[in-house]
């Protein structure tokens, strides 16, 4: 077993590198991969693929993003919802960033939801990677240009923390 920050900047780099290679790929409900993704199945894959976890285990709700907020995988940073002043520097590139939008379960939206209903990937310099419904494909977006991701980022997690990784090449 190598401790995670002896390798961490290496696995890091792995995740930032996947992640980009599926930039474009089609956006299709409930998938995982390879080809096709949706948001909470994008981070996922790219977890699985490159620490060979599950970061749908352990984690309860009815969203797999809710899954993959609750895993016992890492440490999650919570932010304040509606606050632009979010310290962004606190994120590390490859972790996983947690918005609050309604998701496709969530059939009568509901003031009081505590959960997101949207992920993606930090990349660094303020931009991250995801997979939109909108616009039918994984997209790079970011905090400067849009107020909106900020606003409603409600927590990131860094599954580096907290672990020790068996490092596979």
Not at 52 to 58: A, F, P, T
Not at 89 to 110: A, E, T, Y
Request: with cysteine; proline share 2%; hydrophobic share 35%.
């Amino acid at each position: 077993m190598i401790k995670a920050n002896t390798k961490e900047k290496e696995l890091r780099n792995k995740i930032i590198k996947l992640v980009l290679l599926q930039h474009h790929k089609k956006y299709v409900h409930g998938h995982h991969g390879p080809n096709t993704f949706d948001c909470a199945g994008l981070v996922w894959f790219i977890y699985n693929e490159i620490l060979h976890i599950n970061l749908y285990e352990n984690g309860f709700g009815i969203s797999t993003t809710t899954k993959l907020m609750t895993t016992s995988y890492g440490k999650l940073t919570l932010f304040e919802e509606n606050d632009v002043d979010k310290d962004i520097s606190l994120i590390k590139k490859g972790d996983i960033l947690f918005f609050h939008r309604q998701s496709l379960q969530d059939i009568i939206p509901k003031e009081n939801n505590k959960y997101p209903g949207h992920c993606g990937i930090y990349l660094g310099n303020h931009e991250f990677i995801h997979c939109s419904r909108t616009k039918g494909q994984v997209v790079i977006s970011n905090f400067i240009n849009n107020d909106y991701w900020k606003k409603i980022l409600v927590a990131s997690k860094d599954v580096f923390e907290e672990h020790d990784w068996q490092y596979k090449k």
